[in-house]
């Protein structure tokens, strides 16, 4: 995995990052009872006790066992139990089954991470330990140094490089943490709020409507200089882009229900082939968490059903869902590109916005080897690209170059629709 890193990532503040981080994993974790921890309705929700070993895992398999000679293991079985899908590491429990482990126990996943969670700030102690002594050194890789523990040579750029991973890592899982458990309460029919008067569904845009307008030209995309980045947004390379137009906000519920009530989920000339046959199978009328109750919509949040709030952007929908309310405007999504090239003069950070670019690799990406290779590089096909982030994502974990990824038929996630033309 490449990253790249700035004055943010010295070992100092490394640390308090990393208690940052995972404070904060457990800080969601709070409103929950214990059996909200277990349950997984569908394949594509983990189970919020799943979430947050499985994040400890990486500290634990990725970094304690590779860099500490006599670390010990909390449990031999968590190394199965919780691995997604390294397949450089070994076996994993099946992902529809991480719903069926009442054993471990939460008490003793919560164990897990106090037992991981010593030895790493252990490690980040000496890691700053290292810098202080032999910073100047000529044994300094990269700026930072180079240490023997147990008789093995330590490259603590390398060691820094993982853990600002595992951190961003975490970041990813703190969200899922909160998408997952969201469609895992929306099929309770007591519909039970995660936390009261928490609704960060309907956080609504400020600003001017319409839409701004980029020339013909040749843009820069992907990461440069400072600060972390995962691998799939490097290189960076140029890209030719026709002149074209970007809306200055997303599209609200208010307008996606004049999709609805249009019949708009029923016009085939709206919609990809694979599109409609999604739609017809599974009986799609409204975007995921939409209710009609008494003849009026309401939508599913973290705080509890609420009335749709018709200013609020529409969350919670599909590729599928944002190509044909675009098809229906006369418009089409921005491509990634596009998006890229106009994150400066757009407000970004209320839905992931699904783009017209399937998910490939740029000029340049390589997959490093070993475990941590396969963190993006082999999901480089039949998916597509997202930009921006949520009003869940973690502070601090958005950025213009960020690409994320997922099928085209799904709506967990905080995912809405900004057009272009």
């Keep these: ?48 006790k799943w979430n947050i070993a ?30 997604s899908y390294y397949n450089t590491i070994g076996d994993r429990t099946a992902r529809d089954n991480r719903g069926a482990l009442s054993r471990p126990t939460v008490k003793r996943v919560f164990e897990y991470r106090r037992h991981v969670d010593a030895a790493m700030q252990d490690l980040l102690a000496e890691q700053r330990q290292v810098n202080t002594t032999h910073g100047d050194s ?9 240490s023997s523990a147990g008789g093995v040579t330590i490259d603590h750029e390398a060691l820094t490089d993982l853990i600002i991973l595992g951190l961003n890592h975490e970041q990813q899982h703190q969200e899922l943490f909160l998408t997952d458990l969201k469609y895992t309460f929306s099929v309770n029919p007591l519909f039970p709020a995660y936390r009261e008067g928490y609704v960060p569904e309907y956080t609504s845009e400020s600003g001017s409507n319409g839409f701004v307008e980029f020339d013909e030209g040749v843009y820069e995309i992907g990461h440069e200089g400072g600060g972390f980045c995962f691998d799939n947004e490097l290189s960076r390379h140029k890209a030719y882009l026709q002149p074209f137009e970007i809306a200055l906000k997303l599209v609200t519920n208010f307008e996606f229900l004049r999709f609805v009530n249009d019949r708009g989920y029923d016009d085939h000339r709206l919609w990809h082939s694979e599109g409609l046959d999604w739609v017809k199978h599974n009986g799609i009328e409204a975007p995921l968490h939409w209710h009609k109750i008494d003849d009026e919509w309401h939508q599913y949040t973290l705080g509890g059903m609420q009335k749709l709030k018709m200013d609020a952007p529409v969350c919670h929908v599909s590729f599928y869902e944002a190509a ?12 990634e590109f596009e998006w890229e090239a106009a994150s400066g003069k757009i407000d970004r950070g209320l839905r992931w916005e699904w783009t017209n670019s399937a998910y490939l690799p740029y000029p340049g990406f390589r997959k490093v080897a070993g475990a941590v290779g396969e963190y993006n590089g082999k999901f480089m096909i039949n998916q597509m690209v997202l930009r921006g982030a949520s009003v869940i994502t973690p502070e601090g974990h958005s950025r213009p170059t960020y690409r994320n990824f997922f099928h085209p038929h799904l709506r967990w996630q905080f995912t809405g629709i900004r057009l272009a033309r």
């Design 1 to 48: 995995m490449q990253t790249v890193r700035s004055i943010e990532s010295e070992p100092e503040s490394l640390s308090a990052f990393y208690a940052r981080v995972r404070a904060h994993t457990e800080w969601l974790c709070e409103p929950l009872e214990t059996e909200d921890y277990i349950p997984q309705p569908v394949v594509d929700v983990s189970p919020p």
């Design 54 to 83: 499985h994040t400890t895992w990486f500290f634990e398999e990725m970094i304690l066992k590779q860099f500490i000679p006599d670390y010990q293991v909390f449990d031999p079985d968590f190394s199965f139990l919780f691995n």
């Design 138 to 146: 000529p044994q300094v890789l990269g700026g930072v140094a180079a």
């Design 324 to 335: 044909a309310f675009a098809e229906w405007k006369g418009m089409r999504l921005p491509t």
